[in-house]
């Protein structure tokens, strides 16, 4: 990737004194990002300036330890220019940005494309980390690490499940039931009589990745994940799309009436779905596997046409002495026989395999 010139990209911001031992760089004014979150101002530019960095530097044949202990700091000192735009001071530290380059490659993420569109998708459910940074503004550190979403930026999600494969207090407290869209739990699926409708051929394309990323995860002494389950109710969405369109029209009869002029158009982090959906119109519950990669169709014939979105969450818990206290707690509490959460990691994917099995039609 070559480093975009300033003129053509709004992201290349104003110029960094970057701290070393002894020298500071400055590089002139350019055009700066403008969010009225001023973390978010700081991320933006932190993140277009590491892979502009980034770009120069030739790709290493293979990591290296060091690699995973590496980090990359920038302090700039912005005294000259409008504070709207950006902090009058702030920091910026990627850690490991060989490491996170090379799983970006591995996901199928151009640099160019790393803030915007994937080209790729990958053959697995567990969540793909893409980059860790820390903000500093104001003497105050926000750490920030970036996934890919499991869900879509077109096809609204109507109901999901977070699936542990254990019924043991997993239900959904009547708080989380009455927001808008609620996150369901095991009780919640089976008592819904809940089911996923893909064709056989989907199902053991799941299951294959399931079975591996589990395997890795047992290897990696992790439990405690769950199914991330989205379901994108299609003939809802066509109805919805209708009244939206509705009101729409309706609004622009008013503002014929009235004269009104179009707002103009944004260029805000928010006018990324806009790029994205300028792109050739897709019909009702079609979606592109290149950027929708953990989605998938409902079987011909199902009870109701359906777009499901499943991957993996919360990865990150290793089975430790806490949890190991806790397993001993619980364990007391609701009967040695009783399906807890908290169990071993072999225990856990092995449950956990067997009731994912079960969800699909």
């Known amino acids: 990737m070559s480093s975009p010139s300033a003129s053509s990209n709004p992201l290349s911001i104003l110029a960094p004194k970057r701290k070393t031992k002894k020298k500071h760089f400055v590089q ?91 080209t790729c998708h990958g053959n697995t459910l567990l969540p793909q980390f893409l980059a860790m940074y820390r903000v500093t503004v104001e003497s105050e550190d926000t750490y920030l690490l970036v996934m890919r979403n499991m869900f879509s930026h077109r096809l609204h999600v109507h109901r999901k499940y977070d699936l542990k494969g254990s019924l043991v207090s997993r239900e959904a407290s009547f708080k989380e039931k009455v927001k808008e869209l609620p996150t369901y739990k095991d009780v919640d699926f089976r008592n819904n009589m809940q089911k996923v409708y893909v064709s056989d051929e989907e199902k053991e394309k799941i299951m294959d990745k399931l079975s591996r990323d589990i395997e890795f995860l047992v290897r990696m002494r992790i439990m405690d994940y769950s199914l991330l389950l989205g379901i994108h109710d299609v003939e809802r969405a066509e109805r919805e799309e209708e009244e939206e369109e509705m009101e729409s029209s309706y609004e622009e009869e008013e503002e014929d009436e009235n004269d009104l002029a179009p707002a103009p158009g944004s260029t805000s982090p928010e006018g990324i779905s806009g790029y994205m959906n300028s792109f050739k119109p897709m019909g009702p519950g079609e979606f592109d596997p290149y950027v929708d990669v953990y989605a998938i ?56 395999r067997e009731f994912i099995t079960k969800i699909f039609a």
């Open 28 to 118: 002139q004014k350019v055009e700066v990002f403008r969010a009225s979150d001023p973390v978010l101002s700081v991320l933006m530019w932190g993140v277009n300036h590491s892979i502009n960095d980034l770009s120069q530097v030739p790709v290493p044949v293979m990591l290296l330890p060091d690699d995973f202990k590496a980090s990359t700091k920038i302090k700039v000192n912005n005294h000259l220019f409008n504070k709207e735009n950006l902090p009058g001071q702030f920091k910026f530290k990627e850690y490991c940005p060989q490491v996170f380059r090379n799983l970006r490659e591995r996901f199928g993420i151009e640099d160019q494309d790393y803030q915007h569109i994937v």
């Open 297 to 352: 169709q409902s079987a011909v014939g199902a009870p109701q046409r359906e777009v499901y979105f499943m991957g993996l969450i919360d990865v990150l818990t290793q089975y430790d002495t806490l949890k190991k206290a806790a397993h001993a707690a619980k364990a007391v509490k609701h009967g040695a026989g009783a399906e807890i959460s908290t169990v071993h990691p072999e225990q856990y994917a092995k449950r956990f």
